[in-house]
């Protein structure tokens, strides 16, 4: 049998990033596909001959220039589908080998920020949605470095709303109630996670 795979997503700001760390002290592998991207476009990373070769110049000793490669593909569909075509394949390969390692436990957490934008709810048993009242979300991401309201926006408009999310989600895990109260609902999860073959998933 195979382990239950977990599939956590979130908007921007809801604390996706906080509930993966709590699955994980309870023991349960996480595979972040932020890391993964992070990864393969860092110094060395197996991303950055394709990505210099198709965005010249965007790439450095230290990997690829976010601000450069952003403005690269900023507003640009074809060229942002140019991208993804040499990131995905690299992120699912990573995520192909992190399955394979902890093929024997009981389960794993894939933690994809676009796990319902593209087609990776497919290959996942649950959907966790992280969710949090939208004041909070706001407090949350204008507190960060550098954020203003223009590109919390624009973030947004590349997410499903929240609503939306929540309901696709076969488990929404509240985080505006407090630690402790989102821990409890993990926790839950964690222990109510089995082995299991499901059939595929229809959304």
Known sequence: MRPL??????????????????????HI?????????????????????????????????????????????FGNRQALRRLEAIVHP???????????????????????????EGEGWKRVDLVLVVSAPARVQRARVLARPGMTPAKFRAVLLHQLPDATKRARADV??????GRLATFRTVRAIARLARPCQRSPRRR
């Open 5 to 26: 795979i977990l599939g956590l997503t979130g908007s921007i700001g809801m604390g996706k990033s906080a509930v993966a760390r709590m699955f994980a002290r309870l």
């Open 90 to 116: 690299e992120v699912a390969r990573l995520e192909a080998r992190f399955l394979r390692r902890h093929r024997s436990r009981r389960a794993v957490l894939l933690d994809i920020p676009l796990l319902l």
């Open 172 to 177: 929404v895990i509240e985080t505006g109630r």
């Open 29 to 73: 592998p996480v595979f972040d596909a932020d890391a993964a991207v992070r990864a393969i476009q860092g110094p060395g990373g197996a991303a950055l001959a394709a990505i210099e070769a198709a965005f010249p110049g965007t790439t450095g000793p230290e990997g690829v220039d976010r601000q450069k490669l952003g403005a690269a593909v």
